[in-house]
């Protein structure tokens, strides 16, 4: 399987880019601009060179060509970043890690898009995709850290069984990671809002906190 990610030239792009192909997969960092996914793809592969990578780069539209695609983009140009792709996207499973956030006076405040979530505004942007929510609550720089294990339960939703069942296999080749099924795409709002008490436990604590949930057997 070859993963597309949409605007990934952020901290979350590459730090996913990196994780995925760290396990074998084949990766697309796509942007707006390919010279600048070019860019960054020869820094990500110039500062691992003992691993044996697969990513190679492209504008976004050559990323959502992909049998998967994940949209790495800023919550607020996600939506717009599908759309133009929407072409490509057609019964694909769409995976959106984008959280609605704001810092207001040193603290991080969850924002609430006119659907509930970034993810339901991906949906209803390209309704023929399979739009999963997912990857929220793993910081960047946990997800960059290739030779360590990711320590952290993943919640997953969607409106599509078959998208909640991709999306879990592949965090399962994660090391350290476990998904789990938290039922239909409405569930994003308080996933992804969740996702500003963790940045202000983070800042306060001057740590990387990591969502586990007791009483699930593996």
Known sequence: MEIGLLGATGPAGR?????LAAVGIDVVVGSRSADRAAEVVAQLL?????????????DNAEA????LVIIATPWDVAPEVASTVAGHLGRKV???MSNALARVAGEFQPLVPPRGSV???VQAMVPDAYVAAAMHHVPA???AAIDEEVQSDVLICSDHPWAIETVSRLVERIPGARPLDAGRLSNATAIEAFTAVLLQLNTRY???VAVRFTGIDD
């Open 15 to 19: 730090a996913m880019a990196l994780r």
């Open 46 to 58: 110039e500062r691992h060179p003992d691993r044996d990578l697969s990513i190679r780069s492209g």
């Open 64 to 67: 959502a060509v992909c049998e």
């Open 94 to 96: 769409v995976v959106c």
């Open 119 to 121: 993810s339901a505004n």
């Open 141 to 143: 720089t946990e997800l």
């Open 206 to 208: 001057g740590t990387r």
